[in-house]
């Protein structure tokens, strides 16, 4: 059985950092594609960032040089370190490969 699961979400200040990990089981994980994705109240969900098997990686402009997407294929691990964050970081966020998803981990941060 596919399963993806977060963790590491919680209340932080703005500029504080949080670091979200997902772990894989069930799939070949280690060759595809793996992602993160948030959804904000009222909000539709969008990609946050993305990372291939060899590492290459891409972030949607509103989180470069802020967030930063790293994996473990041995592990079957993917994480998301967030830095400097902001009140519209404020989401759940979601782990996803290869149309499998977690259930999100709700990120909040204010002050």
């Known amino acids: 059985q596919v399963q993806l699961a977060e963790s590491g979400g919680g209340l932080v200040p703005p500029g504080g950092s949080l670091r979200l990990s997902c772990a894989a089981s069930?799939?070949?994980?280690?060759?595809?594609?793996m992602a993160w994705y948030r959804q904000a109240p009222g909000k539709e969900r969008e990609l946050v960032a993305s990372?291939?098997?060899?590492?290459?990686?891409y972030y949607v402009d509103s989180v470069k040089g802020r967030f930063t997407i790293s994996r473990d294929n041995a592990k079957n691990m993917l994480y998301l370190q967030m830095d400097s964050l902001k009140p519209e970081d404020t989401a759940v966020y979601y782990c996803?490969?290869?149309?499998?998803w977690g259930k999100g981990t709700l990120v909040t941060v204010s002050s």
């Open positions: 069930g799939g070949l994980f280690r060759f595809n594609v």
């Open positions: 990372i291939t098997p060899g590492g290459s990686t």
């Open positions: 996803e490969s290869s149309t499998y």
